[in-house]
């Protein structure tokens, strides 16, 4: 159906208007007269309360609205009601959705050379940080496994800390604890003695209420987005572990056949909403969720001390080194990778801190 609005749009005189003090789309040459607006659904995994459904998916697709005139408008799907965060990017390449929200790390070894923005060691002062490097180095890389859909945005939780049942004081306490990781993250804490067990966050509140899993490695935001301050007891901040990339993308048949002035029109509302709103989700929330944490189950907040961290640090670096090796023999540029990251990562904690 979107092809054939599209082919009788074209045939029936998308005329170039003057442009006018109304919305881009309307200044881009789009005529309302002819057109009829499409709908494309959107699938996540967030609760619809969330805020990446709550400021992030709704300021989008109000851009996306707005920037074309209403021509295109997006219906989300949150909570997993149309495919769960596993499926969701799979989903978008076989058109089953024609966008989805989800993470890159939920199918491991599906998006390799990514990776290397999750590495442990390298340090993102904040989500600002980490999505702008995830964002400007994605598209300095341009990977051959992100080209089967058209991505929209790249956007990042910055640092993580576990949240957990028990204390985790010291390497000794969190030796043999079932963990919930996924990505990288699992490797990570496998490196440090933990049991990382991979499953999405909207399982994960479950699972620790159930005693599954001991603790979560995770932005702070969980504890309030997910709920999880009410099924753990623990806070260690842990900010060299973590750092999980989050994908907007949309189907590419879907991107192909859109007229180009409505290709721009979406371009535009990707960076604006990207620079005001993605970059600083997970900022916004952690500082909530901690509040929110403090107020609704007293945490005890637990800081390594910097010997301790040291212990910590020392087992899991050599993991950067065995991303490049691992990378190099599939033939990818892995190194290239970690340089990039490392490199913007200096460039935009300057910037950002």
Same mark, same amino acid.
């Given at each position: 159906?979107?092809?054939?609005?599209?082919?009788?749009?074209?045939?029936?005189? /998308?005329?170039?208007?003057?442009?006018?003090?109304?919305g881009?789309?309307?200044a881009?040459? %789009?005529?309302?007269?002819?057109?009829?607006?499409?709908?494309?659904? $959107?699938?996540?995994?967030?609760?619809?309360?969330?805020?990446?459904?709550?400021?992030?998916?709704?300021?989008?697709?109000?851009?996306?609205?707005k920037?074309?005139?209403?021509?295109?408008?997006?219906? &989300?799907?949150?909570?997993?009601?149309?495919?769960?965060?596993?499926?969701?990017?799979?989903? *978008? *390449?076989?058109g089953i959705?024609?966008?989805?929200? &989800? /993470?890159? &790390?939920?199918?491991r070894? =599906?998006?390799?050379?990514?990776?290397?923005?999750? $590495?442990?060691?390298?340090?993102?002062? @904040?989500?600002?940080? !980490?999505?702008?490097?995830a964002?400007?180095?994605?598209?300095? +890389?341009?990977?051959?496994?992100?080209?089967?859909t =058209?991505?929209?945005?790249?956007l990042?939780?910055?640092?993580?800390?576990?949240?957990?049942?028990?204390?985790?004081?010291? $390497?000794?306490?969190?030796?043999?604890?079932?963990?919930?990781?996924?990505? +990288?993250?699992?490797?990570?804490?496998?490196?440090?003695?933990?049991?990382p *067990?991979?499953?999405?966050?909207?399982?994960?509140?479950?699972? %620790?209420?159930?005693?599954?899993?001991?603790?979560?490695?995770?932005?702070?935001?969980? +504890?309030?987005?997910? =709920?999880?301050?009410?099924?753990?007891?623990?806070?260690?901040?842990?900010?060299f %572990?973590?750092?999980?990339?989050?994908? *907007?993308?949309?189907?590419?048949?879907?991107?192909?056949?859109?007229?180009?002035?409505i290709? !721009?029109?979406?371009?535009?509302?990707?960076?604006?909403?990207?620079?005001?709103?993605?970059?600083?989700?997970?900022?916004?929330?952690?500082?909530?969720?901690?509040?929110?944490a403090?107020?609704?189950? @007293?945490?005890? $907040?637990?800081?390594?001390?910097?010997?301790e961290?040291?212990?910590?640090?020392? %087992?899991?670096?050599?993991i950067?080194?065995?991303?490049v090796?691992?990378?190099?023999?599939?033939?990818?540029?892995?190194?290239?990778a970690?340089?990039?990251?490392?490199? +913007?990562?200096?460039?935009?904690?300057?910037?950002?801190?």
């Amino acid at each position: 159906m979107l092809f054939i609005l599209f082919v009788a749009c074209l045939f029936t005189g /998308c005329s170039l208007p003057e442009a006018s003090e109304k919305g881009h789309g309307e200044a881009a040459g %789009l005529n309302y007269e002819t057109m009829t607006a499409i709908e494309l659904k $959107l699938a996540h995994f967030f609760p619809a309360t969330h805020p990446a459904e709550t400021e992030l998916v709704k300021k989008w697709s109000e851009a996306v609205s707005k920037g074309t005139g209403g021509m295109v408008t997006i219906t &989300s799907y949150p909570g997993e009601t149309l495919l769960t965060a596993e499926e969701i990017y799979d989903g *978008v *390449v076989t058109g089953i959705t024609d966008l989805g929200l &989800s /993470c890159f &790390s939920y199918t491991r070894g =599906r998006f390799p050379l990514l990776e290397a923005f999750e $590495l442990p060691g390298i340090v993102y002062s @904040n989500s600002k940080v !980490a999505s702008k490097v995830a964002w400007e180095g994605i598209k300095e +890389l341009n990977p051959q496994e992100i080209q089967d859909t =058209r991505l929209m945005m790249a956007l990042a939780t910055g640092p993580g800390d576990l949240f957990t049942t028990v204390p985790v004081r010291n $390497l000794e306490d969190l030796k043999g604890l079932e963990i919930r990781a996924t990505g +990288l993250s699992a490797k990570t804490l496998q490196s440090l003695g933990a049991i990382p *067990v991979a499953m999405a966050q909207s399982e994960t509140y479950e699972a %620790l209420s159930k005693g599954v899993v001991k603790g979560n490695l995770a932005p702070i935001e969980v +504890l309030e987005g997910w =709920r999880h301050a009410e099924v753990t007891d623990y806070i260690t901040f842990t900010p060299f %572990l973590y750092n999980t990339l989050f994908f *907007v993308t949309m189907n590419m048949d879907i991107w192909s056949s859109l007229p180009p002035e409505i290709q !721009a029109a979406i371009e535009e509302a990707n960076a604006a909403v990207h620079e005001e709103v993605a970059m600083g989700l997970w900022d916004m929330q952690n500082e909530s969720a901690l509040q929110f944490a403090m107020e609704q189950s @007293n945490p005890e $907040l637990i800081s390594l001390s910097e010997e301790e961290a040291a212990r910590w640090i020392a %087992l899991i670096e050599p993991i950067q080194d065995e991303f490049v090796t691992d990378m190099e023999g599939k033939g990818l540029p892995g190194e290239q990778a970690l340089d990039i990251v490392k490199r +913007l990562a200096d460039q935009y904690n300057d910037l950002y801190n």
